[in-house]
């Protein structure tokens, strides 16, 4: 009979992380493990108070499954006990890789890959002032592409400054709904001027109507406004992009569903994470095989990580090893 455990713990980061709702200085995830006395496996989820979460309330959620896990339940089963959201995807991300293990294959073979192919990924540059924005963009400029968080008084400044400390990348900009749609018209062609390549989730999740017959110069990626594949809907004409997180998804399983729905209806894709560490990218990395764009940084941003954690050079993700995830 599987047995369900699940913990808190606390990575603290290389330095704050700063976005337009606030700073963190530490990683605070959640471990879901599953035995089955044979086999063990692991997911890690990260709960966002933006969406209503706490460490608690994870933990809570996840308990709240334990006797159907423990009497059988696998991902399917587990779409209906639990919501969309980081409980889910700790458990979901869990059942993916006791799977891979009892079957004696990798993860991304359940998922119906014949391989997992490394990833480059955008490094997150934290909003501050223009020079400070500067200062750290200089120190990552020899990175493919840098995402930069704005919302402040200075976002154009910001980006110009970025741009000028690094000339050669490819710049992504990540309001985190702190634009009005005045600001977004304003600012959108002065990014397309510094050849900004997407502008993430500009104005608050419900404001989305003002986007209705908006052509943005630079293409917008819903983030915040887009969970599950009940949201596409509402995207569509106004998000060239959707950004998929595991977990805001609930997990691989849901994620990879939204991926594919996504495409058919004209979508692009980014692939994210919250602040995390190898074991929650572990399973995004399958997610981001094709996606125009990667946003799976988390643990590039810790001053450590896990032991084993995934093997990084640069901004190259290379595939988990199975002591790892999956």
């Known amino acids: 009979m599987p047995r369900l455990t699940a913990r808190a713990e606390r990575w603290p980061l290389a330095e704050a992380f700063v976005i337009a709702r606030g700073a963190k200085t530490e990683a605070e995830v959640v471990v879901a493990e599953i035995s089955d006395g044979a086999c063990r496996g692991r997911g890690e989820a990260t709960p966002y108070a933006r969406y209503g979460e706490s460490v608690d309330s994870v933990l809570a959620q996840i308990a709240s499954a334990g006797d159907a896990l423990e009497a059988g339940a696998g991902r399917a089963e587990l779409q209906d006990l639990l919501t969309a959201g980081a409980a889910r995807n700790a458990l979901d991300c869990a059942l993916w890789d006791l799977d891979a293990k009892r079957a004696g294959v990798r993860a991304w073979t359940l998922a119906g890959r014949a391989r997992l192919d490394p990833v480059k990924t955008c490094f997150t540059i934290s909003l501050g002032t223009p020079k400070e924005m500067a200062a750290a963009a200089?120190?990552?400029?020899?990175?493919?592409?840098?995402?930069?968080?704005?919302?402040?008084?200075d976002d154009l400044a910001g980006v110009a400054a970025v741009r000028a400390a690094a000339p050669r990348t490819r710049l992504i900009v990540d309001a985190n709904e702190s634009l009005g749609f005045d600001e977004l018209r304003r600012l959108a062609p002065e990014f397309a001027r510094l050849e900004v390549q997407l502008i993430e989730q500009p104005l608050p999740v419900g404001d989305d109507a003002a986007l209705d017959g908006y052509v943005s110069p630079v293409p917008l990626c819903a983030d915040e406004s887009l969970h599950t594949r009940a949201d596409l809907a509402a995207c569509a004409g106004r998000y060239a992009y959707v950004n998929i997180k595991l977990d805001k998804a609930g997990g691989l399983t849901e994620a990879l569903a939204l991926a594919q729905a996504a495409r058919t209806q004209g979508f692009g894709i980014m692939t994210g994470c919250m602040v995390a560490t190898s074991l929650a990218i572990a399973p995004a990395m399958i997610l981001a095989q094709g996606a125009g764009f990667v946003d799976l940084d988390g643990p590039l941003l810790l001053a450590r990580d896990r032991e084993p954690g995934l093997a990084i050079t640069g901004s190259l993700l290379e595939p988990p090893s199975p002591e790892l995830w999956g």
Do not use: Y
């Open 138 to 153: 200089a120190i990552q400029a020899r990175r493919p592409m840098l995402k930069l968080k704005i919302g402040g008084p």
